[in-house]
């Protein structure tokens, strides 16, 4: 079972970066569709991003052209660059793995709960 470990959440003010990492300490990620997750109190999950093994990748519509996210194989992390933080962007932050290894499916919403593997978060707030 995958155990994943985000990193990287802050306060930072209005129009900031955060850079959050993912990584699964006994486990290979590599192999693995990562979605990025957040929730804010009193909101639902939103899907953030996502990317799979081979690199493909899939944005929010409230995050494209602020956010990236992208995998190192060698240190076999997951990364989401944010930029231009918003007040609205402030939530739990969390990676997720697919459950399948070597799927080509990156999606943004997972109402069968295809990502089986969660991190407990790390919480983003975007405050003056």
């Known amino acids: 079972q995958l155990q994943l470990v985000e990193s990287g959440g802050g306060l930072v003010q209005p129009g900031g970066s955060l850079r959050l990492s993912c990584r699964a300490p006994r486990h290979t990620l590599g192999d693995y569709t990562i979605g990025w997750f957040r929730q804010a109190p009193g909101k639902e999950r939103e899907g953030v991003s996502c990317i799979t093994y081979t690199h493909e990748t899939n944005y929010a519509d409230s995050v494209k052209g602020r956010v990236t996210i992208s995998r190192d194989n060698v240190k076999d992390t997951v990364y989401l660059q944010m930029n231009g933080l918003k007040p609205e962007d402030t939530a739990l932050y969390y990676c997720?793995?697919?459950?399948?290894?070597?799927?080509?499916?990156?999606?943004?919403?997972?109402?069968?709960?295809?990502?089986?593997?969660r991190g407990q978060g790390t919480q983003v707030t975007v405050s003056s």
């Open positions: 997720a793995a697919h459950s399948q290894p070597y799927t080509t499916i990156c999606a943004l919403v997972d109402p069968t709960g295809a990502y089986e593997y």
